[in-house]
């Protein structure tokens, strides 16, 4: 059993888990269950979609075009190295908070998610998840999305927030209110 100093860091890893096994699981059952291309459920009018979607690119679909070579450098490598980084990272500081630390465990999470689904799936990234958008950006839908590119997003944004307002660990000093 690791002592208690290593294993008080080893805790947000359960985030990490968590999404991962969502994700995965949620795939799995859109791959099953629902024909792609099609939506299987709608919700609140038109403004929910369940679909079923297969995305070869990065977010908004970017890198979809690439040569195989290339789409794997940039797709598959890159993230790798982005997530070992990240681990590295929260390893050796002292100067995340609590808030930051499971943040940082839920991106790594939302990371892998997608980077297991570009290694395990010839046809690419299953997306199932679209909202109406109502023109916003020019955008009538929001590109249809999956459990881990909502893990990302939602921590990436929580991670950002916590440096604004959650005082670093160790500043025991008074912070200016905004």
């Given at each position: ?11 947000p ?25 099609r ?14 979607q ?35 990272y ?74 604004f307002f ?6 025991e000093?008074?912070r200016?209110?905004?």
């Amino acid at each position: 059993m690791p002592d208690k100093k290593l294993r008080k860091p080893l805790v947000p890893f359960i985030l990490t888990a968590g999404v991962i096994a969502l994700d995965q699981i949620t795939k799995i059952a859109v791959v099953a269950a629902v024909k792609p291309g099609r939506i299987a459920w709608r919700a609140f009018g038109d403004f929910f979609w369940l679909v079923h979607q297969k995305n070869t690119g990065a977010a908004f679909s970017m890198g979809d075009g690439l040569a195989e070579p290339l789409r794997v450098a940039i797709l598959i490598v890159v993230p790798l190295a982005l997530m070992a980084a990240l681990c590295v990272y929260y390893f050796k500081t002292d100067e995340l908070t609590t808030v930051q630390r499971w943040a940082l465990c839920g991106i790594v999470g939302g990371g892998i998610g997608n980077i297991i689904d570009r290694i395990a799936r010839p046809d690419g990234v299953i997306d199932f998840l679209s909202v109406k958008f109502y023109g916003l950006f020019g955008l009538e839908r929001w590109p249809t999305f999956n459990v881990a590119d909502s893990a990302v997003v939602v921590c990436g944004v929580l991670l950002v927030v916590s440096g604004f307002f959650v005082a670093p660990k160790g500043d025991e000093g008074e912070r200016p209110k905004p």
